[in-house]
């Protein structure tokens, strides 16, 4: 169960947590189409900060964009209503998911005067994949599910109805007995897991998807930059799944899953069944940064 926290911010207000409840015929919930955003804040010794904020109501614009939503506020009414919401609910560290939905009025796919409806929830969230899968790694299993095509499931927005193929993919993943599921493209190559981009290392060098059939991860940015700041060689490149089979090295990154390890593929260990030197060290890093104790990285944080 998600830990209830005091109030939800919605369409302008502060509601009970008890109360932050839609018509059951709300468009979205019939037809799929809302955007919505995974965001993260962390405790530091400065108090509350959001990471990356900016970027997050940016990619939740861009996916209202894409899919025609007019957001009824503008991004700085976003960006101070996520700041309040953490506040007023008092929260050191949490998961912040804004949603933007289409709301009740008429039913049928085209929803032309319905109301656009924005909501932000506050919750505490350990680690995604588990706190062992944090420090041990994971293990993953390639799904017999692909991802969406990028003319059908357009990669750039986060909307809610792409996750149906997530969610097969997973629960596949999950009876088969492993912790999270691997989707490869329409054309067979490696796009990213049900709510993950994924890294592989080889020679010392860094590989991750091209943003062709993937979710324009904001810790993939994260991850990038991290690894070119430190001088690690990296390359946005396609590649296979029996690449991912010889990888010295493989972790996942998201913003709930934030950078996780991967110790198995598909039955086949990867490097010694434990996280690697660079990933550990990007882990490291990145902890460090989203506790606003690295100051090279302090614009990436936004203090309550
Ligand atoms: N790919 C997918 C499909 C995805 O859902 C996410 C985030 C990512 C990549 C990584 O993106 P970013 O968070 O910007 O680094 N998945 C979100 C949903 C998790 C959930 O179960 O809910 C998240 O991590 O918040």
Excluded at 8 to 14: P, S, V
Excluded at 154 to 182: F, H, N, P, W
Excluded at 227 to 250: H, K, Q, S
Aim: charge should be negative; glycine fraction near 8%; include cysteine.
């Amino acid at each position: 169960m998600v830990e209830k926290t005091e109030k939800i911010w919605m369409d302008g207000e502060f509601i009970d947590w008890e109360d932050a409840k839609v018509h059951i015929l709300t468009h979205t919930l019939h037809y799929g189409l809302g955007v919505f955003e995974g965001i993260r804040c962390y405790e530091t010794p400065e108090g509350p900060a959001i990471f990356r904020l900016g970027e997050h109501v940016d990619r939740l614009f861009d996916s209202a964009k894409i899919f025609l939503i007019e957001i009824p506020f503008t991004k700085e009414e976003i960006s101070n209503a996520i700041i309040e919401t953490v506040r007023v609910n008092k929260m050191r560290a949490c998961y912040i998911r804004p949603i933007v939905y289409i709301g009740y009025g008429a039913m049928g796919l085209y929803p032309k005067d319905n109301p656009i409806r924005v909501a932000i929830a506050v919750w505490p969230w350990g680690a995604y994949l588990g706190e062992e899968g944090l420090t041990k790694g994971i293990r993953i299993k390639t799904s017999s599910f692909i991802r969406n095509h990028v003319n059908s499931n357009m990669s750039r927005g986060k909307v809610c109805g792409y996750y149906v193929t997530s969610q097969l993919a997973k629960k596949e993943a999950i009876s088969c007995g492993y912790d999270e599921a691997l989707l490869l493209d329409t054309e067979g190559y490696v796009s990213e897991c049900s709510g993950e981009n994924i890294f592989i290392v080889r020679s010392d060098r860094i590989k991750t998807t091209p943003l062709t059939s993937i979710l324009e991860g904001i810790t993939r940015d994260s991850v990038i930059t991290i690894a070119r700041d430190m001088g690690i060689p990296l390359i946005e490149e396609r590649f296979t799944r029996d690449e991912v089979y010889i990888a010295e090295e493989v972790f996942l990154t998201g913003t709930a899953a934030e950078i996780t390890p991967v110790r198995e593929v598909d039955g086949r260990v990867i490097g010694n069944g434990s996280p690697g030197t660079i990933t550990r060290r990007l882990q490291e890093t990145f902890f460090r940064i989203v506790k606003g104790q690295e100051p090279r990285y302090q614009h990436w944080l936004t203090y309550i």
